[in-house]
């Protein structure tokens, strides 16, 4: 794997855990007022099953995401499954965003929470006349007061703005894997690459050298390159040697050339 398909395989695994806090965070504060809610026979609204029903699922889903994010990551088919997935559990945290919307505002005063309306500085009903215990017609929950009950559905709220954005930067980051698988498949064994699989991209410091020392090697082949003349041209200190006019001596012509031209035009001289 490439150092850039690390980065993004571990950026995804970090999405996940985040994600899971999140939804896990929501789920355990709502699990806990139904409890106190179902523990006194009181009406539950259906608001906070879906509440409950939303967080419970994601956080069922982040467990699997950080699961195919290490084994499956990149693959097309889980890939865009998965981008499908975070927009939908983004827009059902924006619904749950809405539904704790009270706890975006000031725990005083009178509060609105899903354990009940009222100033927040009432008594905390406690675990009831009977006190804790498991008998018949004892409570095994904790009643908080008002105050304390605002403050964590304030805490809902929160975690579900931020799972919001971690889900829609999640459903892009599964496109930039999928992509990166796609174009690390794209490349098979080639010298391009070491014959290994990848695209082989040459850093680009050592593409820097490279050019370099092919321009050096040019210069240096230039030096040594034998000096171009016209033909018929004789250099006499020439580092490849010269050659007769007539050939060389002894190789096929044993006699030694030698013209005279006279003034009636006549050539005399040994042939």
Request: charged letters at 15%.
């Amino acid at each position: 794997m490439s150092i850039g398909g690390t980065v993004l395989r571990f950026g995804g695994l970090g999405l996940r855990i985040l994600q899971f806090l999140c939804a896990g965070i929501a789920l355990g504060i709502f699990s806990y007022f139904l409890s106190v809610l179902a523990d006194r026979d009181l009406p539950i609204a259906k608001r906070w099953q879906a509440v409950e029903g939303i967080t419970g699922a994601a956080t069922l889903y982040t467990i699997f995401g950080v699961l195919l994010v290490l084994f499956l990551g990149g693959k097309a088919f889980f890939g865009y499954l998965a981008v499908l997935l975070d927009i939908l559990f983004a827009l059902a945290f924006i619904a749950v965003a809405y539904l704790t919307r009270h706890g975006a505002s000031s725990c005083s005063g009178n509060v609105q929470t899903p354990i009940g309306n009222g100033p927040t500085n009432s008594n905390s009903p406690g675990y009831g006349d009977n006190g804790f215990g498991f008998g018949g017609g004892e409570n095994s929950t904790y009643f908080p007061n008002l105050g304390l009950a605002c403050r964590l559905n304030t805490a809902v709220f929160a975690v579900s703005i931020i799972a919001i954005f971690l889900f829609l930067v999640s459903a892009i980051w599964q496109v930039l894997m999928v992509k990166h698988h796609k174009k690390e498949k794209a490349y098979g064994p080639s010298p391009s690459n070491n014959y290994t699989k990848g695209s082989g991209k040459t850093p680009f410091w050592k593409r820097n050298r490279r050019a370099k020392n092919t321009r050096d090697a040019e210069a240096a082949t230039m030096g040594a390159t034998r000096p171009s003349h016209e033909t018929g041209t004789t250099i006499g200190n020439n580092a490849y040697g010269s050659e007769p006019k007539y050939g060389e001596p002894g190789y096929g012509d044993t006699m030694y050339h030698n013209t005279t031209t006279h003034g009636n035009g006549t050539r005399t001289g040994n042939f």
